[in-house]
């Protein structure tokens, strides 16, 4: 069974970065997509972007204005979210989940990973 | 962007009752690129149905997806406790995939 395995809870300063990883557990025998979905309180989940491990082909939503970069170790079946610029606002509970590699149907949750930003 | 709304945002309702909950899409989302996922408190959320009307695998059957084009609806034809929870519509039609704000089905 496949599951999704993120990183622990981080609390970060204002203007400083974050990483953040998803590791897949199990095996996956087609090409996939792994992607970021964030949660704040008291707002809609919101989709970061998404990246296939195999090729390393990567997309973002335009919202995060650049601060955000995705990567993935396909040798490791790792993907990593990092946001730069912290802000207040981007305290969040941190999701990734699998798709397909078209269809961004978000089929397996990971865990979540929270994220405070706090001075 | 599609902007997706729910409603209503909450509903009451006691076990054994049915429960309707309604997406609308802000544009057609093309051949039903539309999904619904669960979310219990302090977890991740669980996708319950693709397609618009598809269950994933291990979903109950009193869980059904029906509409098309804009407006999409998720039925529980009878609530069972595990069932009181926030669902989520999605789109898939087109980047940036989007959430509606969440309708919770609470116990009255």
């Known amino acids: 069974q496949v599951q999704l395995v993120q990183s622990r809870a981080e609390i970060a300063k204002p203007g400083s970065s974050v990483k953040v990883s998803c590791r897949v557990s199990?095996?996956?025998?087609?090409?996939?997509?792994l992607n970021w979905v964030r949660q704040a309180p008291g707002q809609r989940l919101e989709w970061l972007g998404g990246i296939i491990p195999r090729t390393g082909e990567v997309d973002y939503a335009q919202n995060l204005q650049g601060r955000v970069t995705i990567t993935a170790d396909d040798s490791t079946a790792t993907a990593y979210m990092e946001i730069v610029g912290l802000r207040s606002d981007d305290s969040a509970i941190y999701f990734c989940?699998?798709?397909?590699?078209?269809?961004?149907?978000?089929?397996?949750w990971g865990q979540g990973s929270l994220v405070s930003v706090s001075s | 962007e599609i902007v997706l709304t729910q409603s209503p945002g909450t509903l009451s309702l006691s076990p054994g009752e049915r429960a309707t909950l309604s997406c609308r899409a802000s544009q057609s989302v093309g051949a039903n690129y539309l999904a619904w996922h669960q979310q219990k408190p302090g977890q991740a959320p669980r996708l319950l149905i693709q397609g618009a009307s598809t269950r994933a695998t291990g979903v109950p059957d009193r869980f059904s997806g029906s509409g098309s084009g804009t407006d999409f609806t998720l039925t529980i034809s009878r609530l069972e406790p595990e069932d009181f929870a926030v669902y989520y519509c999605q789109q898939y039609a087109s980047s940036p995939y989007t959430f509606g704000q969440g309708t919770k089905v609470e116990i009255k």
């Open positions: 199990g095996t996956i025998y087609s090409i996939y997509s």
């Open positions: 989940a699998k798709s397909g590699m078209l269809m961004r149907v978000f089929e397996i």
